[in-house]
C-alpha cells in the first residue's frame, strides 16, 4: 500500500468515526447506577437521563443495578461495547474506593473504562448531637488530640464517601476513631440525634434539615468553600486544618475504547445541558456543585483519587464487611 492510499484510509477511517459521533444516538441508551433509586447518585444520573432524552430525541434509561459497593454496575459497563450506548453515573466509591477495599475488582479503572467527565461533587457535612462539647472544629481537634479512648463517628456504611472522610480526618490529625457503619445515612442520623453516637458524616442534602431544625449542630463542611445550602457551617480548611478536602462526587463514564469524537459529543451535551438554568437549579438545590470538566481532565483526577484512597485504605487498615 502506497503513501496515498495510507492517508486516504486514515481520512475515510476518520469520517467514518465523526460521522458515527454525529448520527449518535440511533437508538435507547442506558445510564447504569451502581446504587438504589432515590439517592444523590441516582438523582444525578436521572437527571441526565431526562436532559439527554429530550435533547437526543431518543430514549436514555436508567437502570439500578445496587450491590458490591457499586461494582456490580461498573463490571457491566467495563464489558459493554465502546458504542456509547451503555454509560455509568458513580461516586468514587466503585471506582477509587472499593477496589482497594476488596483487595480486588473484575475490572481496572484506569484501564477498562472511558473517563467522559465529572459532572459535579456534593459536600459532607460532620455533625454532632447538641451536647458535644466542642461547638467549633479547632475544639473538636483540640479534644480529638489529647483524648486517650478514640473518638466515635458513625457514617452510612463501610466504604462510602462519609466513611471516607472520617479515616481521611484521623490520618491527617493523627488522632484516634472507630467507626460505627449503618446501613444508610438516615439510620446513623438518626442514632446521632438520639445520642447513641456523638458524631456523624453525612452528605449534605441529607443532614442540612437536621441541623437546620435544631436536632443536630454542623461542626464543619468537609469541602474547600461553604455551601450555599448552609453557608452559616464553615469549611474543615477555614476551621485551621487547610489540608483537608474531601466530597462525594459523580462521574460520567463509559467502557473503554470509546472513539474520541463520541467522548467529546457526550461531554458537550451533557455539560451544555446541565448549565440550562432549570436544571442547574434543580441540582445546586439540592447541594450538587457542577464541576462538568473535560475527558482529560477528568481521568487526571480520577487517577489521583485512586493513589489517595487507596492509601487511606491501606494505612487505616480498613477491610470490607
Known sequence: MNVKNIAVGAALAAFAVTAVAQSFPSKPVRILIGFGAGGATDIVGRTLAQSLTADWKQTVLVENRAGASGMIAAELVAKSPP???TLMITPQTSLAVAPALYGKAPYD???DFTPITLTG????LMVVHPSFPPKTFKEFMALAKKSKEPITFGSGGVGSSPH???ELMASQLGIKITHVPYKGE?????DTIGGQIPIMFGNLPVAVPHVNN????GLANTWSTRSPLAPEIPTVAESGFKDYAIATWFGL??????????VARIQRDTARLFNVPATKDKLTGMGVELVLNSPTEFRDYLKSEIARYSKVIKDAGIKAQ
Open 83 to 85: 458504542d456509547g450506548y
Open 109 to 111: 479503572t484506569m484501564r
Open 121 to 124: 461533587y456534593t459536600p459532607l
Open 164 to 166: 471516607m472522610a472520617g
Open 186 to 190: 438516615n439510620p446513623g442520623l438518626a
Open 214 to 217: 435544631g436536632k443536630l449542630r
Open 253 to 262: 463514564l463509559g467502557p473503554a475504547n470509546m472513539p474520541p469524537e463520541l
